[in-house]
């Protein structure tokens, strides 16, 4: 699409010909495609951009590098929300090529293969699962029944995606108006999934607001599980059941999380953390290799101390 | 129904021939309705009730009002319980017209539309959802797959429902006898959802007892939501990851309630209203605008701080 | 198979030409069984066992009753992991013989029934349910759209499972290698579901590694309700919204457990024990018909003070 021209969808006058292909984060975003900056704590981000333009408040438009255009606007995050929908995906293909099996995969009944999607050997797809289009599985992966896998993402070799699991939902994003209507951020993005990763029954993995959720190899979740958009798990990971992660959460190589434990969102956990069952972190861990419990969060022995200490109020 | 042969089957004599159409609760019954008290807490609905008959404990025989019978029984709520299997719809309609579905509207394959169902224009319903009999979906609508909507529901215009969510299952209503068996209180109410929902993967939102569970316009859910019976979520209210609602929990205008947190059920929250991430809510909240956080829960500033005082507890 | 035949594909050397059909735990396993002795906690159960061979370290060697056989190895829990693959059913049987399904049951459209099934009188299975191979649902009983029912399950009379739930999913366990592999436990158990239960939606119980997962007549469960593998259930008991069971969680006749409670697993709760919504149990209750609340968790009455306690910090 030509910049001026899916700017005159949303009101706003630009005279530029250059072809953009999507919208990203600052630090991401090439020359084809268009960033934001709303939130002043990215401020730094801004100068580093390569976007081929960028949306800003009046204010910041002199803190554009001079290769990116900057496009002025009251509300960057808003206008953001409208321009997603023009760079959405179709629901659903109708033409292309129709999905290729590889030998010795099994496809039950009641599925639903979409278009340019790919499935390796020795896999199993049961019935009632949808495998959306443009979807790529591995080699010797079982994806129970009543499976969801939405268009655009990726899952591995040796993997097991139990049933009612949900792979590439739409992140929960929007912006709202002044007048109080949310306006969807499309989430053009997808969920890529490694080998070797095992998914409980009834977990959902939202898509990418822009690029990729990630999965890494090895990982473990458990059921109930819900991992937002632009999470990325790294290797070995473990989730036990009904564990929520918020948008952006990175987990580092072989976090633990146990049950019902959460993360509050754009925050980074270290390598070998250990979080307690109900365990809720609302800030980046960084030391490596500790354990930790309680909402607010304690070093796991000082939680248990802090809990004896509390039960002494009793007396 | 006649009162006098349903109540036969409950063991009740009663000469009474008037026409019954369902169950209903003191306040919103009406004449071909029967109501109950079981709970002294609603005594005042007793006087004002339009019902045409009332179940209540003979104590409170002589305050049921001169148009409405009193039938007496030891056990309302028990009672009520074993009428409600009459007035059940059937499971599945055989009878009745096919589905209508709007011009540019695409059902995919695998999907099963109802008797009496009705689909707008250019809406979608994707593979492997089930849109029960007597539903109504409005325009512009996404069902993602694997979507179930049980019989009676009504969606809006623009509304888009996520892959494993299940709209109008049973809320979670019993009785129980004195040899402890329990007694399904089936719910004959339904699901209504306004325009510009958009519902994440893996929710459920129950239907009624008696009447709407009701989703207003432009409310957003995340995954892994739970709506119990008789909830009504009034416009612009957002409920991110995980959040569990009790029965009959009313929230007012764009409450909005942080991952994990949850709602005791049987109270009001007023519009604006903020809860933070795990807040447990027990009582009503009738002052708009405010933060909370915690369980039990506080003014946000206020948990903040007891947490500061808590954690000096390890001092 | 053969002893010494299935050891050799973990490479282990042991003479013995014993026939063994399963793995199981020590108090549990038959002569043809293998167990294994990981956790020290359960030494008193080896002398007990009956099974054929059991996996133990070589300090516990001597410890192992004359009729078993002692295979000895480094890490017991991970060989008998490495061993599970080879006793794990098929996914799928394409041979034996098609559902037998009751008179006036009904299979909607796009349903899936596995080998050597039955279903009841009376039933009811609906549009995009999966029963897999070997199970067996009785009489009356119904199964709402989208769930799925995986193998060699039962589900008894009178039961209602509502849509998206899912039964016998496999329970979360794994071993680790040295060098953080994950290996799976294949969960060969099964999940059995009495009479005269509902389960909401989007629930699910994961089948169990040896035995049985059992979900006792007359238990309600509600919506998002996560049991895992092996847990025991008994009689009359009621699990409302969002309940998490940790592994092999016993609990008694007609416990109940409030909204997002959940249990840290290997533990029992004794019969008419009520947890508050929240309340996080982590060892054994063993005195029946009391209340508790928290986590930690107290009695009802000693938490409700506590809070109060805690609340005059903020002073």
Redesign the interface.
């Known amino acids: 699409m030509i910049l001026s021209e899916i700017l005159e969808k949303v009101d706003i006058k630009i005279d530029s010909k250059i072809e953009v292909s999507g919208l990203n984060t600052l630090l991401d975003a090439n020359k084809n495609e268009i960033s934001f900056l709303e939130n002043k704590k990215y401020i730094n981000d801004l100068e580093k951009t390569n976007a081929g333009a960028v949306l800003v408040k009046e204010d910041f438009k002199n803190m554009v590098p001079k290769d990116t255009i900057a496009i002025v606007c009251e509300e960057p995050y808003l206008t953001l929300a409208m321009l997603s929908k023009f760079f959405a995906p179709k629901?659903?293909e109708t033409q292309g090529k129709d999905c290729i099996v590889g030998e010795n995969s099994?496809i039950?009944?009641?599925v639903?293969l979409g278009k340019n999607s790919k499935i390796g050997k020795n896999s199993?797809i049961?019935?009632?699962?949808?495998i959306?289009d443009n979807v790529t599985i591995g080699d010797n992966t079982?994806i129970?029944?009543?499976v969801?896998v939405?268009r655009d993402c990726t899952i591995g070799d040796d993997c097991?995606i139990?049933?009612?699991?949900?792979i590439g939902?739409?992140g929960?994003g929007?912006a709202h108006t002044k007048t109080?209507?949310?306006i969807?951020i499309y989430q053009n993005g997808n969920v890529t999934i490694g080998n070797?990763v095992?998914i409980?029954?009834?977990?959902?993995i939202?898509r990418a607001a822009f690029n990729s959720t990630i999965i890494g190899n090895?990982v473990?979740l458990?059921?109930?599980v819900?991992i937002?958009h632009n999470c990325i798990l790294k290797d070995?990971c473990?989730l036990?059941?009904?564990v929520?992660l918020?948008g952006s959460t990175i987990l580092n190589e072989?976090v633990i999380m146990g049950?019902?434990s959460?993360t509050?969102g754009h925050l980074e956990i270290a390598p070998f953390t250990t979080i307690a069952?109900?365990g809720?972190v609302t800030k980046s861990i960084t030391e490596p290799k500790k354990q930790w419990a309680g909402?607010?969060l304690?070093e796991h022995r000082?939680w248990l101390?802090?809990?004896g200490?509390?039960?002494k109020?009793?007396k």
Chains 1, 2, 3 share one sequence.
């Open positions: 629901i659903i099994t039950m009944p009641n639903y199993t049961m019935s009632g699962s949808f959306g079982i129970y029944p009543n969801s939405y097991i139990h049933s009612g699991t949900v939902s739409d929960f929007f109080g209507k949310y969807k070797d095992e409980g029954a009834n977990s959902s939202d090895g473990r458990d059921n109930l819900h937002a070995g473990i036990t059941g009904q929520g918020s072989y049950g019902q959460a509050a069952a109900r809720g909402f607010p304690f000082q101390k802090l809990q200490r509390i039960a109020l009793l």
